[in-house]
């Protein structure tokens, strides 16, 4: 009777059920068929709760074979977070996830990379004033327009035309006299090409922005020797509609790096591009090109030439708890161990009695 039953085990074995077909007097025990039913689940539930322990562990020795990546999902933004992950218990883990591929470093040209002169944007305007015969703006209009786009100029502060024909043409015309004042010599400032080589050994990537054309900057890029792949993205005045204060090419720089903004750096040299960072939830380091230390403490970090930085100094800065993405870490719970002391006896007012 017993071989004619399928005998079938939790494990898969019909020899561990058949020595269980028999009590200890030796005689044999008829099992029902439901029996077997119920250990064909036990074992389905059994074989799918393996895999899954075996899938989460797979996960924690390979994490990045299990990654998905920005490109595969599109429309999926901000892209997940690739920092360390404070609840991680092995410390290969968090040094692998620690490197220095999930920050980015985002660059503007003028006066942080390469040495800049102020007053030739100055020059420009008054010239293309005086081309236009408007009157010359002041002091402090030139300063409030400090690194808008020139329609954003023209339109808004300058207020001097708001035709799109018109803004087109002057703002081309303002970057003709510029360039032939500035005479397309460029030159690195001190400390900035060791730096972008610092940051391209390991491999961090890295965005230019600028409100001047891209014509304008790539001639640049190729005329000061910066190879091509340096710069993962580069954001000009034809890709955003605002310069700064505004956040936009900040914010538009760190969606091409697949960054979310709270893992990029701003390096920028004036307070326009703090309050811009600052907007876009990035972090900025100020570099004191064209004003004093004391005028820049606003910014995250203030240095006076890129070399004074180091790798470990961008992670401190992009370093950022788990608790500002709203997740909090689980509370353990406390165990109350027992008192092996006995209770004290309750006091008793003999008075009252």
Same mark, same amino acid.
């Not at 899954?52 to 599109?74: A, M, V």
């Not at 470093?105 to 020059?123: H, R, S």
């Not at 339109?155 to 500035?182: F, G, H, N, T």
């Not at 750096?265 to 326009?272: D, R």
């Given at each position: 009777?017993?071989?004619?039953?399928?005998?079938?085990?939790?494990?898969?074995?019909?020899?561990?059920?058949?020595?269980? *077909?028999?009590?200890?007097?030796?005689?044999?025990?008829?099992?029902?068929?439901?029996?077997?039913?119920?250990?064909?689940?036990?074992?389905?539930?059994?074989?799918?709760?393996?895999?899954?322990?075996?899938?989460?562990?797979?996960?924690?020795?390979?994490?990045?074979?299990?990654?998905?990546?920005?490109?595969?999902?599109?429309?999926?933004?901000?892209?997940?977070?690739?920092?360390?992950?404070?609840?991680?218990?092995?410390?290969?883990?968090?040094?692998?996830?620690?490197?220095?591929?999930?920050?980015?470093?985002?660059?503007?040209?003028?006066?942080?990379?390469?040495?800049?002169? +102020?007053?030739?944007?100055?020059?420009?305007?008054?010239?293309?004033?005086?081309?236009?015969?408007?009157?010359?703006?002041?002091?402090?209009?030139?300063?409030?327009?400090?690194?808008?786009?020139?329609?954003?100029?023209?339109?808004?502060?300058?207020?001097?035309?708001?035709?799109?024909?018109?803004?087109?043409?002057?703002?081309?015309?303002?970057?003709?006299?510029?360039?032939? *004042?500035?005479?397309?010599?460029?030159?690195?400032?001190?400390?900035?090409?060791?730096?972008?080589?610092?940051?391209?050994?390991?491999?961090?990537?890295?965005? *230019?922005?600028?409100?001047?054309?891209?014509?304008?900057?790539?001639?640049?890029?190729?005329?000061?020797?910066?190879?091509?792949?340096?710069?993962?993205?580069?954001?000009?005045?034809?890709?955003?509609?605002?310069?700064?204060?505004?956040?936009?090419?900040?914010?538009?720089?760190?969606?091409? *790096?697949?960054?979310?903004?709270?893992?990029?750096?701003?390096?920028?040299?004036?307070?326009?591009?703090?309050?811009?960072?600052?907007?876009?939830?990035?972090?900025?380091?100020?570099?004191?090109?064209?004003?004093?230390?004391?005028?820049?403490?606003?910014?995250?970090?203030?240095?006076?030439?890129?070399?004074?930085?180091?790798?470990?100094?961008?992670?401190?800065?992009?370093?950022?708890?788990?608790?500002?993405?709203?997740?909090?870490?689980?509370?353990?719970?406390?165990?109350?161990?027992?008192?092996?002391?006995? +209770?004290?006896?309750?006091?008793?007012?003999?008075?009252?009695?």
């Amino acid at each position: 009777m017993i071989e004619s039953i399928s005998s079938t085990s939790l494990l898969g074995h019909s020899l561990i059920l058949r020595h269980n *077909l028999r009590n200890v007097s030796g005689k044999q025990i008829v099992v029902k068929p439901c029996c077997f039913r119920r250990f064909r689940a036990i074992k389905a539930q059994a074989m799918e709760l393996a895999k899954e322990s075996n899938l989460y562990r797979e996960k924690e020795r390979f994490p990045r074979s299990f990654d998905t990546d920005l490109d595969q999902k599109p429309g999926l933004w901000p892209p997940k977070n690739k920092a360390d992950n404070p609840s991680l218990q092995n410390p290969l883990v968090r040094q692998e996830r620690m490197g220095c591929g999930w920050l980015g470093a985002i660059f503007e040209w003028e006066g942080v990379l390469i040495e800049d002169n +102020p007053d030739l944007e100055k020059q420009s305007w008054l010239a293309l004033s005086q081309e236009e015969g408007k009157s010359p703006p002041p002091a402090f209009v030139l300063r409030r327009i400090e690194g808008m786009k020139n329609e954003q100029a023209i339109s808004e502060v300058l207020c001097w035309s708001r035709d799109p024909s018109q803004l087109k043409r002057m703002s081309s015309r303002k970057e003709e006299i510029y360039q032939a *004042l500035q005479g397309g010599i460029y030159r690195f400032r001190d400390g900035s090409r060791e730096f972008v080589n610092v940051l391209t050994r390991y491999k961090i990537p890295m965005a *230019l922005v600028s409100t001047r054309p891209r014509k304008n900057i790539e001639e640049a890029i190729g005329g000061i020797g910066i190879e091509e792949g340096v710069f993962n993205a580069v954001v000009t005045a034809e890709d955003v509609y605002r310069g700064k204060p505004d956040p936009e090419m900040f914010v538009y720089a760190a969606q091409l *790096l697949k960054f979310i903004p709270e893992r990029c750096i701003v390096f920028g040299n004036s307070n326009l591009t703090v309050e811009a960072a600052h907007d876009a939830k990035m972090k900025c380091v100020a570099v004191a090109s064209k004003h004093p230390v004391y005028e820049l403490t606003a910014a995250d970090l203030v240095v006076r030439w890129l070399d004074e930085l180091s790798v470990v100094d961008l992670k401190n800065l992009a370093d950022i708890e788990s608790g500002e993405f709203g997740s909090t870490p689980e509370l353990e719970m406390e165990v109350e161990e027992d008192d092996p002391r006995p +209770p004290p006896p309750a006091a008793i007012d003999d008075g009252f009695w």
